[in-house]
């Protein structure tokens, strides 16, 4: 019993490997795709909902806070900064410089 428990565990966990493994390359795909195709990228609020929550779980999955750091570092400032300044006060400031509420 001890040893069917192991091999349950052992494929659970493999499954989890693949499963990080796929959310991470996904990711990275996703980010490459919509900067090779150089067109603004539009959605409902439901598809803006669930794009947080995925780069949530992504954050979530890396490894240690090196990763995170290097992630953040490509990152470029204007959307970092206008990140930070939607979910501080709901405000969203264009590249034009339009501030949009």
């Known amino acids: 019993m001890e040893t069917e ?3 349950m565990l052992e494929a ?6 693949d499963i990080i493994a796929g959310s991470r390359a996904a990711a990275v795909e996703f980010s490459n795709s919509m900067y ?3 067109l603004p990228v539009s959605g409902t609020p439901l598809q803006l909902l669930q794009l947080a929550e995925e780069l949530k779980l992504a954050l ?3 490894q240690n806070q090196d990763e995170r750091d290097s992630l953040r ?5 204007e959307t970092a900064q206008l990140l930070i300044d ?3 006060s709901g405000t ?3 590249s034009q410089g339009n501030t949009l509420i």
């Open 73 to 77: 570092a490509q990152l470029p400032a």
């Open 5 to 7: 428990a192991s091999h």
């Open 60 to 62: 979530e999955l890396q």
């Open 86 to 88: 939607w979910l501080q």
């Open 92 to 94: 969203v400031s264009t």
């Open 36 to 38: 090779e195709q150089d």
């Open 12 to 17: 659970a966990l493999e499954q989890m490997d």
